[in-house]
Every structure is written in structure tokens, then in C-alpha cells.
């Protein structure tokens, strides 16, 4: 009888066994890895992405979650090593292993190696957005303003939602002092994110450029200053014409009027100028941004634009709104449709 009790015992913690071994698979130690990533315990996590390589050292998944947390931890070395990994692998995660080990050179301070790690990720993963928008926003901290600018061009073609990259075009183009293109794409950035830190930053940048070059001496008098070139510059025209219509604000029949309607009013008229303008230009800023704002000006959406990506600035859309909702609704079934043009 007690033998019997023995081997039933020992059957029992065999199956016992037998069923942890079950659980203990690669992707449970992964997947709970991950759970304790998001909760911020990094280095929990790093032991049980370590039990998972225990098993499966060419895991790329656990080699990427584990660059992931050393990112966390601001270990950058032996983030680097674990993404190399996941390159040599040659599967999944080389992408966002390229990403990672590009930001970690530059949080290193190695701005060149992290670049050409960008570089050599875009030979294999050509369309994506983020590696170009990673490789121009090194490019930009380290003042290589045209490479950063070739970058988010790329970047936008691929993906023109995306916010971050319209942003960063915006004050590399204020940067350079060619206002109406960080004008246009600060336009488009406030569009697509037109609440937050970043929001109220680009909207105070993108007021700033609207007024610069515009000086009152006098009551009745205004100067106007251009930075451009009439002979280099292709927006020289529309750097007049913005001028013109700050300088506008002062005229007596615009004085009983809003802050907010006039910014509707002048960009209505700048976006229908450039639209005019175009002509037969061709080019990144003429097709991809002066085509898109002239659409919109002439679909009648100006208004409903310029209160909408205004909201990080005072009350005024709120208000706006309420009695104006027609007006919004038909701007957003314009602009739903235009993006499934592309």
C-alpha cells in the first residue's frame, strides 16, 4: 500500500513538472517580460526575457524586448549588443532593432555611427517612415539642416500623417530662414495634432513667422522686410504677400474684427495666393504642401481650419463650434476624403 501511495506521489509531482515545463515556454517568459516592461520594473523584466533566451538564445523577439528594457535603463551598450543580435537573427524585430540601436548611439553621443546605422536599415527597409524621421532628427540635432530635410521629405512621402515629421520639417525650415515652407509645414503639423505642449509651441512659432518682417513706426505706417531673394527664392511672391497681409490687420475695416477670424482671413488668402502662384512649379513643396492647402481654400475650408488647429490657444474653437458645426463636419468629410486619394 505505501508503495503504492510512493508511486502515485511521484507520478503526481512528474506531471506537476511535466505541466511547468509546459508553461515555462519562450513566449510565457516573453509575453510576462513585457507586462513587467509596462509597469516599469526593467529589470524584472530583463530576467525573465533572460529565461526565455535560456531556451531559445536566437529568439529575435526576446533579444529586442531585452534591447527594449536596457534602453529603459538607459544602458545603452548592452542595448546595442542586444540589437545586433537581432540584426545577425535576420527575422523579425530588425527594423525596430535598427531604430533602437541608432537612438542609442546618439544618446552615446555617437551622432555618425547612428546614422549610418540608420542608413544601413533604410537599404533593407526602404518605406519605413520612422527610420527616416530617426535618421533626420539626428541629422538635425547636429545641424545637417539638408540631410534632416531630405530625410522628412522621404519620410512624409511615405506616411503624410504623420505629425512629428511635419514638425520637425517646420523649424528646420524656420531655422534656415525660409519661412513660408516652415510656415506651410507647421500648417500641416498643427492639423494633424492641434492640442499639446508641442501644439502651443508650434502655433506661437507659426504666428511668430506669420508677423516677422512687419513693423509698425507710426500708427499709419508699416514697414516691411523681406529676408528672401527675389532671383533665388521660388516663395519670394508669397513672402510679399505675407507681409501684405499682416501689414493688413491695421487697415480700419479689419479692426473691429477677431484675432481669430483675421488668422482665417489672411491664411485663406495666403493659401489661394500660393495656389495661384504654382502655375507649372513642380517639387516637393509646390505638390506635396501648396496643392493641398490651395484644395482646401478653394473647397471653402479655410475657416473651419484655422479655429480647428488653433485649440491649444485660447477658447475660440469651442465657441466657434457650437454655432458653426456644419462647417466642421463638411471640413472633415473633405479631409477624410482627399487622404484616401493617396
Not at 548611439?105 to 526602404?126: E, H, P, R, V
Not at 505706417?221 to 527675389?230: A, E, Q, R
Request: proline letters at 1%; one cysteine or more.
Amino acid at each position: 500500500m505505501i508503495k503504492k501511495m510512493l508511486a502515485f506521489l511521484l507520478l503526481l509531482i512528474s506531471l506537476q513538472s511535466s505541466l511547468l515545463a509546459q508553461g515555462n515556454t519562450v513566449a510565457d517568459f516573453i509575453s510576462e517580460g513585457i507586462k513587467l516592461h509596462d509597469k516599469g520594473d526593467y529589470a524584472g523584466a530583463i530576467d525573465l526575457y533572460k529565461k526565455a533566451l535560456s531556451l531559445n538564445k536566437r529568439s529575435a523577439q526576446a533579444n529586442y524586448e531585452m534591447a527594449s528594457s536596457f534602453f529603459a535603463l538607459k544602458e545603452y551598450e548592452k542595448s546595442i549588443k542586444f540589437c545586433d543580435q537581432v540584426i545577425a537573427i535576420n527575422t523579425d524585430y530588425m527594423d525596430q532593432a535598427f531604430m533602437l540601436k541608432g537612438s542609442s548611439q546618439d544618446l552615446l553621443g555617437n551622432q555618425t555611427g547612428a546614422i549610418k546605422t540608420y542608413i544601413k536599415g533604410l537599404q533593407k527597409f526602404t518605406n519605413n517612415y520612422l527610420l527616416y524621421y530617426n535618421l533626420a532628427l539626428t541629422s538635425f540635432n547636429i545641424k545637417h539642416y539638408k540631410d534632416a530635410d531630405n530625410a522628412l521629405q522621404k519620410a512624409l512621402k511615405i506616411n503624410p500623417s504623420h505629425a512629428s515629421s511635419h514638425l520637425l520639417l517646420g523649424y528646420s525650415m524656420i531655422i534656415q530662414k525660409q519661412r513660408v515652407k516652415g510656415i506651410l509645414a507647421l500648417y500641416n503639423f498643427l492639423l494633424l495634432e492641434p492640442k499639446g505642449n508641442r501644439s502651443a509651441a508650434a502655433l506661437k512659432a507659426l504666428e511668430e513667422q506669420l508677423s516677422n518682417g512687419v513693423k509698425t513706426e507710426m500708427e499709419n505706417s508699416v514697414t516691411i522686410t523681406l529676408p528672401g531673394n527675389k532671383e533665388t527664392d521660388e516663395f519670394y511672391t508669397a513672402e510679399l504677400m505675407l507681409g501684405l497681409l499682416e501689414a493688413s490687420k491695421k487697415n480700419e475695416t479689419n479692426k473691429a474684427k477677431t484675432a481669430s477670424a483675421l488668422f482665417a482671413e489672411n491664411t485663406n488668402s495666403f493659401f489661394t495666393i500660393l495656389g495661384e502662384l504654382k502655375k507649372d512649379k513642380k517639387g516637393f513643396w509646390w505638390n506635396f504642401y501648396v496643392d493641398y492647402f490651395y484644395t482646401l481654400a478653394t473647397n471653402k475650408h479655410t475657416e473651419a481650419f484655422c479655429y480647428y488647429i488653433a485649440q491649444s490657444k485660447d477658447n475660440a474653437y469651442n465657441e466657434w463650434v457650437q454655432v458653426n458645426m456644419p462647417k466642421i463636419e463638411g471640413f472633415s468629410e473633405w479631409y477624410t476624403n482627399y487622404l484616401h486619394k493617396f
